[in-house]
């Protein structure tokens, strides 16, 4: 498989996933259409999150006790079904997306893990949805991974609907290391915002080279 992470080697990048939680029958599944979707040039091939970074998300969703959580960009679903599994009896998760195509398939695939009834997805402009959610502590856990112009508004409508201690994960923000050399909007963007967050007094946050990068806000 083709690391991820720009900053691993290929030989690297296997012995991180072997010594990782390995995705089950559903997930690994999941992750196989996905990539035969690439390969028949039906969606991008970098749109996936890689699978250690779903072993991390779906444990941190646990560790942090998080009943309520809420997605920003779902593609087929493979974020969002680990989330899912993380969350205990009776919790919830949202997940904004405007694409009916590759969110059928996650679909299918929450519904294959029995998770389906923990996950509420809404098509539409993610950003007029998550402004006409109401704007009062809701969310345990957030995760962004949707057009990189839109994540400072992301992060912006997300604080004041993030419960205290809630945990915002925004992937992508090191652009395969063009935040050294912006080439275009989306890098401009990720850039712009990775320096206003690290002197905002509102977010704790750190930026971790995890695939393309992540960075990980804790609401002060």
């Given at each position: ?26 997930a690994a599944a999941l992750i196989a259409e996905t990539a035969e979707m690439a390969a028949r040039g039906e969606a991008p091939p970098t749109l996936q999150i890689a699978p250690e970074q779903g072993a ?68 539409g402009d993610a950003l007029e949805t998550l402004r006409g959610l109401p704007a009062e502590p809701t969310f345990d856990l957030a995760f962004v991974d949707a057009d990189k112009t839109g994540y400072a ?68």
């Open positions: 498989m083709t690391p991820r992470s720009f900053l691993l080697s290929a030989e690297l990048a296997d012995y991180v996933r072997a010594s990782s939680e390995p995705p089950d029958e559903v991390l998300m779906q444990l941190l969703t646990t560790a942090v006790g998080a009943r309520r959580a809420i997605e920003i960009g779902t593609f087929t679903g493979f974020s969002a079904l680990c989330i899912a599994r993380g969350l205990p009896a009776g919790g919830s998760l949202l997940c904004l997306d405007n694409d009916a195509g590759w969110t059928a398939v996650a679909q299918r695939y929450w519904a294959r893990a029995g998770v389906a009834d923990r996950v509420e997805l809404r098509l508004g992301y992060v912006e409508e997300l604080h004041p609907r993030m419960t205290a201690n809630g945990i915002v994960l925004l992937d992508n923000t090191l652009r395969s290391g063009r935040v050294l050399d912006p080439r275009d909007e989306s890098d401009r963007a990720l850039v712009e915002l990775n320096a206003a967050l690290a002197a905002d007094p509102r977010w704790e946050t750190a930026l971790m080279p995890l695939s393309d990068g992540l960075t990980l806000l804790r609401k002060r």
